[in-house]
């Protein structure tokens, strides 16, 4: 939804994109589907296609002549791209995207590039896991993640003791790193062109809540040295000029007590990581994303602001379905909510609060304060 709101932004500046036409495709019902209904816009159309179907997905993009294919979610078949014969149009390629999609892959492609990882091991399935235990080849406590289909807080789990793995959801393909004892989590957004021009986001701190969910973000971060943010840039830069990588990539990272830095995952797509920088730079990883789409210049980035922070703002347990936002106790001019026109579940990402400010620390609980005044309720009907 954000990447629309940016090409239109783009649209705005540059006149001559509007005959350049950009079809959404997604599920019916979706936060792109409700902002092209809502702009009637006529070169923004939406399509419904199920982006996981392989069929489904090759049949809806050769009936299309696109300029190139982006994402706002990785879960998307790329077996379908390739059945197309225009695979070039992705521009993070489907090899990229298919090894990002599977968590063992990645970590296997870090091992090999020696990146900086948690040490891990690979396992078919919880049968496989339980006997790595019983033999001594593995040790508890350690994490388990879900190679596929992990994301927002899904698909990891803390394994203590035999309790917790009997609990176990994911039951094929677990991939199980190290416990890392660990200080910060940060996150960096790299964007690189054709032409092999690059441009990074400085990197944020990321505090998440009990369900392994991004709650807050700060940048730049807190209590961290200039050498451990050099480094997590650098890695992120090495990243993506490594996998030679047109578009977009969030790379999160690790930063244990002992002040080593292990990168943890990455994503090919914007990302909640980045969300600030609607406000917090002069272009947005959102814009910058467009700019590759549309081959357009990468914009060289200056944040507007010393700090910057967010706070997300997740569907309620009161009820179910259209939802709307309530910021009548929201007082302040520093502020910008976003509300991706998403209908309300427990948990769910329904928007963010972006504060601006000249001091991370104070930044940082300002937001959490003003995010918690922020309230979500039913939408109300509209009345003719």
Not at 20 to 38: M, T
Request: hydrophobic share 40%; proline share 3%; aromatic share 6%.
């Amino acid at each position: 939804m954000m990447m629309l709101e940016a090409f239109i932004k783009l649209e705005t500046e540059l006149p001559s994109l509007s005959e350049q036409e950009i079809i959404v495709a997604g599920p019916e019902k979706s936060s792109a589907y409700n902002l092209c209904k809502e702009l009637g816009k006529v070169n923004l159309r939406f399509e419904q296609v199920d982006i996981n179907d392989s069929e489904a997905l090759t049949d809806f993009l050769k009936q299309q002549d696109p300029l190139s294919i982006g994402f706002e979610i990785e879960s998307v078949s790329t077996a379908g791209i390739k059945a197309t014969g225009k695979e070039n149009l992705c521009k993070v390629s489907t090899n990229i995207l298919a090894m990002i999609q599977d968590k063992g892959l990645q970590k296997q492609w870090y091992a090999q590039e020696r990146i900086s990882t948690a040490p891990f091991r690979l396992y078919k399935d919880l049968d496989e896991v339980e006997a790595a235990i019983s033999q001594g080849e593995l040790n508890l406590p350690c994490v388990a993640k879900s190679r596929t289909d992990g994301y927002d807080g899904r698909g990891v789990k803390l394994i203590r003791n035999k309790e917790d793995l009997a609990e176990l959801k994911f039951k094929t393909g677990i991939l199980i790193e190290k416990l890392i004892d660990i200080d910060k989590e940060l996150a960096v957004i790299v964007v690189r062109d054709s032409s092999g021009k690059l441009i990074s986001y400085p990197p944020v701190e990321m505090d998440f809540d009990e369900h392994n969910q991004l709650q807050a973000l700060v940048t730049p971060a807190i209590g961290v040295s200039a050498q451990v943010l050099t480094e997590v840039e650098n890695t992120a830069t090495e990243i993506a000029e490594k996998l030679e990588a047109e578009g977009i990539l969030a790379i999160e990272f690790i930063l244990s007590k002992s002040g080593k830095v292990y990168v943890n995952e990455m994503a090919p797509r914007t990302h909640n990581s980045g969300h600030h920088s609607i406000e917090a730079y002069n272009c947005s990883q959102f814009e910058q994303y467009m700019r590759v789409l549309l081959g357009l210049e990468l914009q060289e980035i200056k944040a507007q602001a010393p700090a910057a922070a967010i706070y997300n703002i997740v569907g309620v347990t009161e009820f179910e379905g259209e939802a709307e936002l309530d910021t009548s106790e929201l007082d302040t001019d520093k502020a910008f909510t976003h509300w991706y026109r998403k209908s309300n579940r427990f948990n769910r990402k329904l928007g963010h609060l972006t504060l601006l400010g000249k001091d991370s620390k104070l930044s940082l609980t300002q937001a959490k304060e003003l995010g918690t005044k922020i309230k979500i309720k039913p939408k109300s009907p509209v009345v003719s």
